[in-house]
């Protein structure tokens, strides 16, 4: 019973973290002159995916690479069936075409480049070191496209800020309150992210406890209860950034956090403790996620929109993945 209310407890901080950081996220992005998107791929994205890189981490340092594997790939599954899914059934997501020939391939490829590195039936420490420097470069040339971008004169924020009212009029009386906006956009984010962190391990601390209760392997625990309550944040930051129209920060924040697993996470585990996998485990977590992760850009690129029919279908197969993966668990 207490872990019930443990897991219950914790999605309030869950809540109320990703609003503020989207909120602030989106308002920093206004102020600096820096697009939605790549405040979703970066700032938001950190924030969110900081329970994967505990979490996992944490389970390699423990010996457990079914756990930590099986996190970040049942959680770049969760991003793209689950959360996906539900933030177009609330309203259809517009998607950057910069996501579809971009950020989306570069999923699919470290995706792939994962399966090539553990055919030796693990992850090494090297392996770990590709993975966490590819992410750097990454971050580094999309930083650096964004002011490339910008220099020639490049279109900053795709969207208004999710308070500012009135701002194409503003007088020249207005202007100094634009500086406790920005320093109340930092707070938001500031206290946004530690709630994140508190609410997500609180949430798996129960999930834990009730999948031992009930006996379940530590793969499928690992796939279904602990990667989608350490993708809670992606999912709460992704449902208020569709309901507020911030298609950007929605998807942005979605695929920068697939990017930030993989690279960052995945890499960092290796780097502690080599991950030694079962063919299986492979087989089970990483063919899945890259399947959900191919399957999402025709959707994506059918009217430069996923629509709620599309967002059912995601959440259709996510569902049908985690039936197949408790109905043929692999091995513990």
């Known amino acids: 019973m207490r872990d019930v209310l443990l897991f ?13 950081l989207v909120r602030g996220a989106a308002v920093l992005a206004q102020r600096l002159g820096v697009s939605s998107l790549v405040v979703g791929l970066t700032v938001v994205a950190f924030g969110t995916s900081a329970p994967e890189l505990v979490v996992s981490g944490y389970a390699s340092l423990e010996g457990l690479p079914g756990t930590a594997v099986g996190n970040v790939m049942g959680s770049t599954a969760a991003n793209v069936g689950l959360i996906v899914g539900l933030g177009a059934l609330i309203r259809p997501i517009a998607v950057h075409h910069r996501v579809i020939v971009r950020e989306t391939p570069l999923v699919i490829f470290v995706l792939s480049l994962v399966m090539v590195l553990s055919l030796n039936d693990a992850l090494g420490r090297l392996d770990g070191f590709v993975l966490v420097s590819g992410w750097s470069l990454y971050l580094f040339f999309l930083l650096r496209w964004e002011r490339r971008g910008l220099s020639k004169g490049g279109a900053g924020p795709a969207e208004p800020a999710p308070e500012g009212r009135n701002q194409g009029s503003a007088s020249e009386a207005d202007k100094p309150a634009e500086a406790p906006g920005l320093m109340w956009s930092l707070v938001r984010i500031g206290i946004g992210m530690p709630c994140l962190a508190y609410g997500a391990k609180w949430l798996l601390d ?21 990667a989608v309550g350490t993708s809670l944040p992606e999912l709460a930051s992704t449902l208020v950034a569709a309901f507020r129209r911030m298609g950007d920060i929605a998807i942005g924040n979605v695929i920068g956090s697939n990017v930030f697993n993989l690279g960052l996470v995945l890499g960092t585990a290796a780097l502690l403790r080599p991950l030694v996998l079962d063919p299986m485990i492979v087989v089970r977590f990483v063919l899945p996620a890259l399947a959900f992760s191919v399957i999402l850009i025709p959707l994506a690129l059918h009217r430069g929109t996923v629509q709620r029919w599309e967002g059912a279908l995601l959440l259709l197969l996510y569902i049908a993945y985690i039936v197949w993966l408790i109905a043929f668990p692999p091995p513990s």
């Open 8 to 20: 219950v407890v914790a999605l309030v901080p869950l809540t109320l973290g990703a609003d503020w």
């Open 206 to 226: 129960g999930a834990q406890g009730i999948a031992l209760a009930l006996e379940v392997p530590e793969a499928v625990v690992a796939g279904t209860m602990i």
